[in-house]
Protein backbone atom coordinates (compact mmCIF):
# COMPACT_ATOMS: atom_id res chain seq x y z
CA UNK A 1 0.00 0.00 0.00
CA UNK A 2 2.25 2.11 0.72
CA UNK A 3 5.39 1.44 -2.83
CA UNK A 4 1.55 2.49 -4.45
CA UNK A 5 0.70 6.19 -2.33
CA UNK A 6 4.34 6.52 -3.25
CA UNK A 7 4.02 5.77 -6.99
CA UNK A 8 0.42 8.17 -7.02
CA UNK A 9 2.47 11.20 -5.71
CA UNK A 10 5.84 10.75 -8.16
CA UNK A 11 2.67 10.27 -10.73
CA UNK A 12 2.35 14.65 -9.86
CA UNK A 13 5.63 15.62 -9.90
CA UNK A 14 7.19 17.47 -10.41
CA UNK A 15 4.48 20.35 -10.38
CA UNK A 16 3.49 19.87 -6.76
CA UNK A 17 3.62 22.96 -4.94
CA UNK A 18 4.89 21.00 -1.71
CA UNK A 19 7.98 22.14 0.59
CA UNK A 20 10.74 24.35 -0.81
CA UNK A 21 13.08 20.71 -0.31
CA UNK A 22 10.93 19.52 -2.61
CA UNK A 23 13.87 17.10 -4.66
CA UNK A 24 14.57 17.49 -8.38
CA UNK A 25 13.14 14.06 -10.28
CA UNK A 26 15.90 12.67 -12.55
CA UNK A 27 14.60 9.64 -15.03
CA UNK A 28 17.51 7.81 -17.11
CA UNK A 29 16.87 4.50 -19.65
CA UNK A 30 19.75 1.97 -18.61
CA UNK A 31 20.33 -1.49 -20.09
CA UNK A 32 17.33 -2.57 -19.58
CA UNK A 33 15.76 -1.04 -17.02
CA UNK A 34 14.81 2.76 -16.81
CA UNK A 35 15.98 4.27 -13.21
CA UNK A 36 14.42 7.51 -11.34
CA UNK A 37 16.63 9.48 -8.95
CA UNK A 38 15.66 12.28 -6.48
CA UNK A 39 18.24 14.83 -5.91
CA UNK A 40 18.24 17.53 -3.55
CA UNK A 41 20.80 20.24 -3.60
CA UNK A 42 23.60 18.45 -2.53
CA UNK A 43 22.88 14.98 -3.01
CA UNK A 44 20.91 11.80 -3.80
CA UNK A 45 17.42 11.17 -1.68
CA UNK A 46 16.80 8.19 -3.58
CA UNK A 47 16.87 5.50 -6.33
CA UNK A 48 14.13 3.43 -7.96
CA UNK A 49 12.75 1.97 -10.69
CA UNK A 50 11.14 4.18 -12.89
CA UNK A 51 7.45 3.57 -12.83
CA UNK A 52 5.03 3.51 -16.24
CA UNK A 53 2.84 6.05 -14.79
CA UNK A 54 5.18 8.96 -14.47
CA UNK A 55 3.95 11.43 -16.29
CA UNK A 56 5.26 14.88 -17.12
CA UNK A 57 4.31 17.99 -20.03
CA UNK A 58 5.74 17.95 -22.63
CA UNK A 59 6.90 21.58 -21.96
CA UNK A 60 9.80 22.95 -25.10
CA UNK A 61 10.48 19.41 -25.59
CA UNK A 62 7.71 18.72 -28.64
CA UNK A 63 10.59 21.36 -30.37
CA UNK A 64 12.88 18.66 -30.08
CA UNK A 65 10.79 16.32 -32.59
CA UNK A 66 10.34 18.86 -35.09
CA UNK A 67 13.62 19.10 -35.30
CA UNK A 68 14.60 15.53 -35.69
CA UNK A 69 11.50 15.75 -38.53
CA UNK A 70 13.50 18.70 -40.26
CA UNK A 71 16.87 17.35 -39.73
CA UNK A 72 16.23 13.64 -41.04
CA UNK A 73 13.71 15.03 -43.87
CA UNK A 74 16.42 16.89 -45.15
CA UNK A 75 14.05 19.66 -44.84
CA UNK A 76 15.07 22.98 -46.59
CA UNK A 77 12.80 25.45 -44.41
CA UNK A 78 13.51 28.92 -44.50
CA UNK A 79 15.44 31.12 -41.09
CA UNK A 80 12.12 32.79 -39.10
CA UNK A 81 12.57 36.17 -39.61
CA UNK A 82 11.36 38.83 -36.43
CA UNK A 83 9.11 41.14 -36.97
CA UNK A 84 8.38 42.38 -33.52
CA UNK A 85 4.75 41.28 -33.89
CA UNK A 86 4.81 38.19 -31.58
CA UNK A 87 5.98 38.62 -27.59
CA UNK A 88 7.28 35.03 -28.22
CA UNK A 89 9.79 36.71 -30.69
CA UNK A 90 11.86 37.34 -27.41
CA UNK A 91 13.04 33.47 -27.61
CA UNK A 92 13.71 34.11 -30.90
CA UNK A 93 15.64 37.30 -32.42
CA UNK A 94 15.53 41.44 -32.33
CA UNK A 95 13.05 43.22 -34.51
CA UNK A 96 14.46 42.88 -37.78
CA UNK A 97 17.06 40.16 -37.63
CA UNK A 98 16.30 35.95 -37.86
CA UNK A 99 17.60 33.06 -36.95
CA UNK A 100 18.03 29.59 -38.18
CA UNK A 101 16.99 26.33 -37.04
CA UNK A 102 20.06 25.27 -34.43
CA UNK A 103 19.80 28.50 -32.35
CA UNK A 104 16.07 28.20 -32.83
CA UNK A 105 16.29 24.85 -30.79
CA UNK A 106 18.98 25.67 -28.36
CA UNK A 107 16.96 29.44 -27.32
CA UNK A 108 13.55 27.69 -27.54
CA UNK A 109 11.90 29.83 -30.66
CA UNK A 110 8.73 28.19 -30.73
CA UNK A 111 7.71 30.05 -33.81
CA UNK A 112 10.13 28.60 -35.83
CA UNK A 113 9.08 25.21 -35.13
CA UNK A 114 5.24 25.95 -35.80
CA UNK A 115 3.89 23.41 -37.77
CA UNK A 116 1.75 25.52 -39.80
CA UNK A 117 4.91 27.64 -40.55
CA UNK A 118 6.69 24.80 -41.55
CA UNK A 119 3.50 23.49 -44.01
CA UNK A 120 3.44 20.63 -42.08
CA UNK A 121 0.28 18.30 -42.27
CA UNK A 122 -1.37 16.10 -39.58
CA UNK A 123 -1.12 12.61 -42.54
CA UNK A 124 2.73 13.46 -43.13
CA UNK A 125 3.28 13.58 -39.50
CA UNK A 126 1.43 10.46 -38.61
CA UNK A 127 3.04 8.83 -41.36
CA UNK A 128 6.78 9.76 -40.70
CA UNK A 129 6.07 8.85 -36.71
CA UNK A 130 4.05 5.62 -37.66
CA UNK A 131 6.73 3.67 -39.31
CA UNK A 132 9.12 4.05 -36.57
CA UNK A 133 6.87 2.65 -34.18
CA UNK A 134 6.58 6.08 -31.67
CA UNK A 135 3.72 6.41 -29.48
CA UNK A 136 0.34 7.54 -30.16
CA UNK A 137 1.21 10.83 -28.66
CA UNK A 138 3.40 11.27 -30.75
CA UNK A 139 2.10 10.35 -33.93
CA UNK A 140 -0.96 13.34 -33.17
CA UNK A 141 0.14 16.33 -34.62
CA UNK A 142 -2.78 18.22 -32.39
CA UNK A 143 -1.23 16.74 -28.83
CA UNK A 144 2.22 18.27 -30.38
CA UNK A 145 1.80 20.95 -27.14
CA UNK A 146 3.57 22.01 -24.10
CA UNK A 147 0.80 20.97 -22.21
CA UNK A 148 0.54 17.57 -23.33
CA UNK A 149 1.55 15.11 -20.71
CA UNK A 150 2.93 11.86 -21.65
CA UNK A 151 4.62 8.70 -19.93
CA UNK A 152 8.55 10.24 -19.27
CA UNK A 153 9.53 6.21 -19.70
CA UNK A 154 8.30 6.06 -23.36
CA UNK A 155 9.55 9.65 -23.72
CA UNK A 156 13.02 8.08 -22.74
CA UNK A 157 12.20 5.43 -25.16
CA UNK A 158 11.71 7.98 -28.36
CA UNK A 159 14.84 9.82 -27.19
CA UNK A 160 17.19 6.33 -27.41
CA UNK A 161 15.66 5.92 -30.82
CA UNK A 162 15.01 9.96 -32.17
CA UNK A 163 16.20 10.16 -35.56
CA UNK A 164 18.85 12.66 -36.14
CA UNK A 165 20.09 12.54 -32.45
CA UNK A 166 23.89 13.01 -33.21
CA UNK A 167 22.83 16.17 -34.63
CA UNK A 168 21.05 17.14 -31.87
CA UNK A 169 23.33 16.31 -29.40
CA UNK A 170 26.15 18.11 -31.14
CA UNK A 171 23.61 21.39 -31.18
CA UNK A 172 22.47 21.08 -27.89
CA UNK A 173 25.41 21.75 -26.29
CA UNK A 174 24.92 25.60 -26.37
CA UNK A 175 22.17 25.12 -23.79
CA UNK A 176 24.74 23.92 -21.37
CA UNK A 177 27.20 26.66 -22.16
CA UNK A 178 24.38 29.70 -22.33
CA UNK A 179 22.88 28.48 -19.04
CA UNK A 180 23.66 30.30 -15.53
CA UNK A 181 25.96 32.85 -16.79
CA UNK A 182 28.51 29.85 -17.33
CA UNK A 183 28.03 28.71 -14.18
CA UNK A 184 26.24 25.39 -15.58
CA UNK A 185 29.20 24.70 -18.04
CA UNK A 186 31.61 24.88 -15.22
CA UNK A 187 29.94 22.47 -12.93
CA UNK A 188 28.57 20.07 -15.78
CA UNK A 189 31.48 20.37 -18.58
CA UNK A 190 30.21 18.57 -21.67
CA UNK A 191 28.29 15.56 -20.31
CA UNK A 192 24.75 17.08 -21.06
CA UNK A 193 23.16 17.51 -24.51
CA UNK A 194 19.77 18.56 -23.79
CA UNK A 195 16.04 20.66 -24.57
CA UNK A 196 15.10 22.71 -21.85
CA UNK A 197 10.99 22.54 -20.72
CA UNK A 198 9.03 24.69 -18.52
CA UNK A 199 5.21 24.49 -17.99
CA UNK A 200 2.44 25.72 -15.14
CA UNK A 201 2.95 23.88 -12.15
CA UNK A 202 -0.32 21.40 -11.57
CA UNK A 203 -2.13 23.03 -8.96
CA UNK A 204 -0.58 26.41 -8.71
CA UNK A 205 -0.90 28.34 -11.78
CA UNK A 206 0.96 31.38 -10.51
CA UNK A 207 4.08 28.71 -10.25
CA UNK A 208 5.86 26.74 -12.49
CA UNK A 209 7.74 23.56 -12.97
CA UNK A 210 10.83 22.46 -15.40
CA UNK A 211 13.51 20.78 -16.38
CA UNK A 212 15.05 19.19 -19.62
CA UNK A 213 15.47 16.01 -21.82
CA UNK A 214 18.13 14.88 -24.36
CA UNK A 215 21.17 12.87 -24.17
CA UNK A 216 24.47 12.11 -21.54
CA UNK A 217 27.35 12.43 -24.53
CA UNK A 218 27.09 8.49 -24.76
CA UNK A 219 24.14 8.88 -26.35
CA UNK A 220 22.38 7.56 -22.89
CA UNK A 221 18.66 9.26 -23.04
CA UNK A 222 17.60 11.50 -19.60
CA UNK A 223 14.55 13.44 -18.02
CA UNK A 224 15.13 15.77 -15.13
CA UNK A 225 11.88 17.58 -13.66
CA UNK A 226 11.14 19.65 -10.50
CA UNK A 227 10.11 22.99 -9.26
CA UNK A 228 10.65 26.35 -10.68
CA UNK A 229 11.59 27.05 -14.26
CA UNK A 230 14.26 24.95 -16.51
CA UNK A 231 16.98 27.71 -16.29
CA UNK A 232 16.55 27.80 -12.50
CA UNK A 233 16.51 23.98 -12.40
CA UNK A 234 19.61 23.90 -13.95
CA UNK A 235 21.82 26.24 -12.20
CA UNK A 236 20.55 25.03 -8.73
CA UNK A 237 20.86 21.74 -9.44
CA UNK A 238 23.91 21.03 -11.27
CA UNK A 239 26.34 20.57 -8.37
CA UNK A 240 24.34 17.50 -7.61
CA UNK A 241 23.57 16.63 -11.05
CA UNK A 242 27.62 16.35 -11.25
CA UNK A 243 27.58 13.51 -8.46
CA UNK A 244 24.95 11.39 -10.04
CA UNK A 245 25.90 11.56 -13.90
CA UNK A 246 28.54 8.85 -14.98
CA UNK A 247 31.95 10.05 -16.89
CA UNK A 248 31.13 7.73 -19.64
CA UNK A 249 32.77 8.10 -23.20
CA UNK A 250 31.14 9.61 -26.57
CA UNK A 251 29.85 7.11 -28.73
CA UNK A 252 30.39 8.99 -31.84
CA UNK A 253 33.75 7.92 -33.83
CA UNK A 254 33.05 9.45 -36.68
CA UNK A 255 35.51 12.56 -35.19
CA UNK A 256 39.16 10.90 -36.45
CA UNK A 257 42.68 12.24 -35.84
CA UNK A 258 45.43 10.81 -37.80
CA UNK A 259 48.96 11.50 -35.96
CA UNK A 260 52.15 11.37 -37.27
CA UNK A 261 53.80 9.41 -34.31
CA UNK A 262 57.44 10.38 -33.38
CA UNK A 263 57.62 13.05 -36.41
CA UNK A 264 61.09 14.33 -35.41
CA UNK A 265 62.36 11.09 -34.64
CA UNK A 266 63.40 8.94 -37.74
CA UNK A 267 62.22 4.90 -37.39
CA UNK A 268 65.03 2.51 -37.53
CA UNK A 269 62.56 -0.75 -36.77
CA UNK A 270 59.38 -2.15 -35.72
CA UNK A 271 59.55 -5.69 -33.99
CA UNK A 272 57.58 -7.94 -32.37
CA UNK A 273 58.27 -10.73 -30.83
CA UNK A 274 62.18 -10.17 -31.82
CA UNK A 275 60.71 -10.03 -35.42
CA UNK A 276 60.89 -7.11 -37.30
CA UNK A 277 57.56 -6.81 -39.00
CA UNK A 278 56.19 -5.04 -42.44
CA UNK A 279 53.66 -2.02 -43.36
CA UNK A 280 50.44 -2.55 -42.33
CA UNK A 281 47.54 -2.39 -38.62
CA UNK A 282 49.60 -3.37 -35.72
CA UNK A 283 47.71 -5.19 -32.74
CA UNK A 284 49.50 -5.92 -29.58
CA UNK A 285 52.64 -5.09 -28.05
CA UNK A 286 55.61 -3.95 -30.34
CA UNK A 287 59.45 -2.85 -29.64
CA UNK A 288 60.29 0.57 -31.98
CA UNK A 289 64.01 1.14 -32.64
CA UNK A 290 64.79 5.04 -33.58
CA UNK A 291 67.59 5.74 -35.91
CA UNK A 292 69.61 7.73 -32.89
CA UNK A 293 69.48 4.33 -30.82
CA UNK A 294 66.41 4.75 -28.45
CA UNK A 295 63.81 2.12 -27.90
CA UNK A 296 60.56 2.47 -26.96
CA UNK A 297 57.51 -0.12 -26.26
CA UNK A 298 54.22 0.75 -27.77
CA UNK A 299 50.94 -1.39 -27.80
CA UNK A 300 48.15 -1.12 -30.37
CA UNK A 301 44.52 -1.95 -30.71
CA UNK A 302 44.17 -1.47 -34.39
CA UNK A 303 44.90 2.11 -34.25
CA UNK A 304 48.19 1.98 -35.19
CA UNK A 305 49.61 1.87 -38.52
CA UNK A 306 53.27 1.21 -40.04
CA UNK A 307 53.73 3.05 -43.41
CA UNK A 308 56.79 2.44 -45.89
CA UNK A 309 57.68 5.54 -47.37
CA UNK A 310 60.44 5.06 -49.86
CA UNK A 311 63.75 3.52 -47.70
CA UNK A 312 61.44 5.45 -44.12
CA UNK A 313 59.14 3.78 -42.55
CA UNK A 314 56.91 5.92 -40.33
CA UNK A 315 53.84 5.51 -37.65
CA UNK A 316 50.14 6.84 -37.89
CA UNK A 317 47.57 6.55 -35.26
CA UNK A 318 44.23 6.58 -36.20
CA UNK A 319 42.02 8.00 -32.91
CA UNK A 320 39.09 9.37 -31.86
CA UNK A 321 39.00 13.01 -31.01
CA UNK A 322 38.02 12.05 -27.75
CA UNK A 323 41.00 9.29 -27.05
CA UNK A 324 43.40 12.29 -28.86
CA UNK A 325 42.94 14.76 -26.01
CA UNK A 326 43.04 11.42 -23.51
CA UNK A 327 46.26 10.58 -24.78
CA UNK A 328 48.31 14.42 -24.94
CA UNK A 329 47.06 14.62 -21.50
CA UNK A 330 48.02 11.58 -20.15
CA UNK A 331 51.49 12.19 -22.64
CA UNK A 332 52.19 15.87 -21.32
CA UNK A 333 50.28 15.80 -18.09
CA UNK A 334 48.60 13.89 -15.60
CA UNK A 335 44.96 13.37 -15.15
CA UNK A 336 44.99 14.69 -11.46
CA UNK A 337 44.28 17.22 -10.04
CA UNK A 338 41.10 16.77 -11.62
CA UNK A 339 39.86 20.26 -12.33
CA UNK A 340 43.87 21.08 -13.36
CA UNK A 341 43.39 18.25 -15.78
CA UNK A 342 39.77 18.88 -17.01
CA UNK A 343 41.34 22.29 -17.88
CA UNK A 344 44.01 21.49 -20.19
CA UNK A 345 41.74 19.07 -21.95
CA UNK A 346 39.84 21.95 -22.95
CA UNK A 347 43.33 23.60 -24.15
CA UNK A 348 43.97 20.68 -25.40
CA UNK A 349 41.13 19.96 -27.73
CA UNK A 350 41.16 23.74 -28.95
CA UNK A 351 44.99 23.31 -30.02
CA UNK A 352 43.81 20.80 -31.98
CA UNK A 353 41.11 22.62 -33.22
CA UNK A 354 43.29 25.69 -34.33
CA UNK A 355 46.20 23.89 -36.05
CA UNK A 356 45.43 20.66 -37.26
CA UNK A 357 45.41 20.37 -41.25
CA UNK A 358 42.62 18.47 -43.06
CA UNK A 359 43.08 14.76 -44.54
CA UNK A 360 40.26 13.64 -46.21
CA UNK A 361 37.66 13.02 -43.33
CA UNK A 362 40.18 13.33 -40.77
CA UNK A 363 41.94 15.91 -39.03
CA UNK A 364 45.60 15.44 -39.03
CA UNK A 365 48.31 16.91 -37.00
CA UNK A 366 51.69 15.38 -35.92
CA UNK A 367 53.38 14.11 -32.53
CA UNK A 368 55.94 16.55 -31.96
CA UNK A 369 57.25 19.08 -28.83
CA UNK A 370 56.41 21.26 -31.32
CA UNK A 371 52.61 20.89 -31.78
CA UNK A 372 51.15 17.93 -29.25
CA UNK A 373 52.88 14.69 -27.76
CA UNK A 374 50.45 12.06 -27.88
CA UNK A 375 51.13 8.91 -26.07
CA UNK A 376 51.69 5.76 -28.35
CA UNK A 377 49.65 3.60 -26.48
CA UNK A 378 45.56 3.63 -25.41
CA UNK A 379 45.10 6.49 -22.75
CA UNK A 380 44.47 5.23 -18.85
CA UNK A 381 40.78 5.36 -17.65
CA UNK A 382 41.48 8.11 -15.85
CA UNK A 383 42.46 10.16 -18.78
CA UNK A 384 39.51 8.98 -20.85
CA UNK A 385 37.07 9.93 -18.24
CA UNK A 386 38.72 14.00 -18.24
CA UNK A 387 37.93 14.22 -21.64
CA UNK A 388 34.69 12.85 -21.42
CA UNK A 389 33.58 15.24 -18.95
CA UNK A 390 34.96 17.84 -21.50
CA UNK A 391 33.54 16.20 -24.66
CA UNK A 392 33.38 19.19 -27.15
CA UNK A 393 34.36 21.94 -25.27
CA UNK A 394 36.90 24.64 -26.87
CA UNK A 395 37.84 27.98 -26.19
CA UNK A 396 36.87 30.82 -29.11
CA UNK A 397 38.22 34.15 -29.03
CA UNK A 398 42.12 33.66 -28.80
CA UNK A 399 44.66 31.28 -29.82
CA UNK A 400 45.28 28.65 -27.07
CA UNK A 401 48.94 27.75 -26.42
CA UNK A 402 50.48 25.75 -22.86
CA UNK A 403 53.63 24.86 -21.17
CA UNK A 404 54.41 22.63 -18.40
CA UNK A 405 55.70 25.62 -16.13
CA UNK A 406 56.17 28.72 -18.28
CA UNK A 407 53.57 31.76 -17.78
CA UNK A 408 52.92 34.00 -20.33
CA UNK A 409 49.38 35.97 -21.86
CA UNK A 410 47.13 33.52 -23.74
CA UNK A 411 49.35 30.47 -22.49
CA UNK A 412 48.47 28.09 -19.55
CA UNK A 413 50.59 26.24 -17.37
CA UNK A 414 50.50 23.14 -16.23
CA UNK A 415 52.56 23.39 -13.04
CA UNK A 416 50.36 27.17 -12.24
CA UNK A 417 46.99 25.46 -12.74
CA UNK A 418 47.99 21.99 -10.30
CA UNK A 419 48.51 25.66 -7.70
CA UNK A 420 45.05 26.85 -8.68
CA UNK A 421 42.79 23.32 -8.76
CA UNK A 422 45.12 22.49 -5.48
CA UNK A 423 43.42 26.38 -3.85
CA UNK A 424 39.94 25.03 -4.88
CA UNK A 425 39.48 26.86 -8.05
CA UNK A 426 37.55 24.66 -10.96
CA UNK A 427 38.46 25.11 -14.18
CA UNK A 428 36.95 26.94 -16.13
CA UNK A 429 38.52 29.51 -13.44
CA UNK A 430 41.55 27.91 -14.32
CA UNK A 431 40.97 28.38 -18.13
CA UNK A 432 39.84 32.26 -17.25
CA UNK A 433 42.85 33.32 -15.47
CA UNK A 434 44.75 31.85 -18.47
CA UNK A 435 42.52 32.78 -21.29
CA UNK A 436 40.91 36.27 -19.79
CA UNK A 437 39.71 37.20 -23.54
CA UNK A 438 38.55 33.57 -24.70
CA UNK A 439 34.95 31.99 -23.67
CA UNK A 440 34.34 28.15 -23.69
CA UNK A 441 32.45 27.16 -26.55
CA UNK A 442 31.53 23.86 -28.64
CA UNK A 443 33.63 22.31 -31.24
CA UNK A 444 31.78 22.21 -34.01
CA UNK A 445 30.45 26.23 -33.67
CA UNK A 446 33.53 28.23 -31.98
CA UNK A 447 31.65 31.43 -30.93
CA UNK A 448 33.11 33.68 -28.46
CA UNK A 449 30.90 35.52 -26.31
CA UNK A 450 33.78 38.68 -25.65
CA UNK A 451 34.71 40.21 -29.25
CA UNK A 452 37.86 41.98 -27.38
CA UNK A 453 38.38 45.98 -27.48
CA UNK A 454 42.25 45.97 -27.59
CA UNK A 455 42.41 50.28 -27.54
CA UNK A 456 39.85 50.40 -25.00
CA UNK A 457 41.58 47.63 -22.82
CA UNK A 458 45.06 49.37 -23.54
CA UNK A 459 43.55 53.02 -22.16
CA UNK A 460 42.25 51.32 -18.88
CA UNK A 461 45.31 50.02 -18.63
CA UNK A 462 47.37 53.20 -18.81
CA UNK A 463 44.91 55.28 -17.06
CA UNK A 464 45.00 52.63 -13.96
CA UNK A 465 48.03 53.43 -13.34
CA UNK A 466 47.32 57.36 -12.81
CA UNK A 467 44.35 56.80 -10.48
CA UNK A 468 46.45 54.11 -8.57
CA UNK A 469 47.06 56.37 -5.73
CA UNK A 470 43.55 57.92 -5.46
CA UNK A 471 41.83 55.05 -5.66
CA UNK A 472 44.14 53.11 -2.98
CA UNK A 473 43.00 55.60 -1.00
CA UNK A 474 39.36 54.24 -1.18
CA UNK A 475 37.97 52.11 0.75
CA UNK A 476 36.70 48.37 -0.48
CA UNK A 477 39.53 49.09 -3.74
CA UNK A 478 40.77 46.09 -5.16
CA UNK A 479 42.96 46.46 -8.06
CA UNK A 480 42.05 43.87 -10.79
CA UNK A 481 44.73 41.86 -12.07
CA UNK A 482 42.65 39.94 -15.06
CA UNK A 483 39.92 41.51 -17.47
CA UNK A 484 38.99 41.95 -20.46
CA UNK A 485 37.71 44.68 -22.31
CA UNK A 486 34.45 43.15 -24.69
CA UNK A 487 32.61 44.79 -27.12
CA UNK A 488 29.05 45.69 -26.46
CA UNK A 489 26.42 44.24 -28.92
CA UNK A 490 23.48 46.09 -27.23
CA UNK A 491 21.64 47.39 -24.64
CA UNK A 492 23.55 49.41 -21.81
CA UNK A 493 27.61 48.85 -20.57
CA UNK A 494 27.74 45.97 -17.75
CA UNK A 495 30.15 43.59 -16.04
CA UNK A 496 30.59 39.91 -15.98
CA UNK A 497 31.68 39.69 -12.59
CA UNK A 498 32.03 35.72 -13.14
CA UNK A 499 34.27 35.75 -16.07
CA UNK A 500 35.54 39.61 -15.08
CA UNK A 501 34.45 41.39 -18.20
CA UNK A 502 33.74 44.56 -19.24
CA UNK A 503 31.24 45.75 -22.18
CA UNK A 504 31.21 48.54 -23.92
CA UNK A 505 31.06 50.41 -26.78
CA UNK A 506 34.30 51.56 -27.01
CA UNK A 507 36.54 54.05 -26.26
CA UNK A 508 36.45 57.40 -28.52
CA UNK A 509 33.81 59.39 -27.09
CA UNK A 510 34.20 60.91 -23.42
CA UNK A 511 30.87 59.10 -23.01
CA UNK A 512 32.46 55.75 -24.06
CA UNK A 513 35.28 56.21 -21.89
CA UNK A 514 33.23 57.26 -18.77
CA UNK A 515 31.31 54.43 -19.28
CA UNK A 516 34.69 52.21 -18.85
CA UNK A 517 35.56 54.00 -16.07
CA UNK A 518 32.20 53.12 -14.20
CA UNK A 519 31.98 49.47 -15.39
CA UNK A 520 35.71 48.90 -14.45
CA UNK A 521 34.98 50.47 -10.42
CA UNK A 522 32.04 48.24 -10.11
CA UNK A 523 34.70 45.50 -10.68
CA UNK A 524 36.78 46.89 -8.83
CA UNK A 525 34.65 47.12 -6.06
CA UNK A 526 33.19 44.05 -5.87
CA UNK A 527 33.86 42.61 -2.67
CA UNK A 528 32.69 46.02 -0.85
CA UNK A 529 29.03 47.63 -0.56
CA UNK A 530 30.36 50.87 -2.30
CA UNK A 531 30.52 48.62 -5.38
CA UNK A 532 26.74 48.77 -5.12
CA UNK A 533 26.43 51.94 -4.81
CA UNK A 534 25.50 53.56 -8.11
CA UNK A 535 25.65 57.31 -7.06
CA UNK A 536 28.78 56.48 -5.77
CA UNK A 537 30.56 54.62 -8.36
CA UNK A 538 29.38 57.56 -11.23
CA UNK A 539 30.87 60.17 -8.87
CA UNK A 540 34.27 58.58 -8.75
CA UNK A 541 34.11 57.56 -12.39
CA UNK A 542 33.59 61.33 -13.19
CA UNK A 543 36.51 62.85 -10.07
CA UNK A 544 39.27 60.71 -11.94
CA UNK A 545 37.84 61.14 -15.67
CA UNK A 546 37.25 64.75 -15.44
CA UNK A 547 38.78 66.00 -12.57
Known amino acids: MLRRWTWLCLCLLPGLATAQDEPLHLAWKTAPDSELVSLSRTQVVAREPLSPELQAPLGSIWKLFVYAWLVDTGAQEPAYACQGKSRDEVY ?66 VLAQLPAQDTARRVLLDVVLNAGDGSVVGALGGRLRVKTWSWLAEHDPQSRQGGFAGWLVDGTPLWVGGRGTSQRVLKDYAQALDQVLPDNPPVDKDRCVQVSLFSRYPLKSVSRNGQPVGPGALQGDYRVVFANGNQLDIHSAGELFLQQEGLAQRLVARLDREEYVARVLQREASSEPREAAKALAVAIRTYLLQNAERSGECLSIDDSSSRQRVAPRPATTEARAVAAWTDGLVLAGTQVTYHSDLQAPDKLSWQQAVEQAGAGQRYDAILLHAYPRASLSRWDNPVASCEPLPAAQDWLMKQRRRWRQPLEQEVGYNEISQFAVCRLGFGRPYVDRERQRIYVRGVLSLQDRLDLTHEYLHLAFEAHPNGQDETYIEGLARHLLLE
Do not use: K, N
Open 92 to 157: CCSAGGSIARDQALVRSCGLYFEPARLQLSAGQWRDYWQARQAPDWLQDLDRLQPQTRVPVAQLLQ
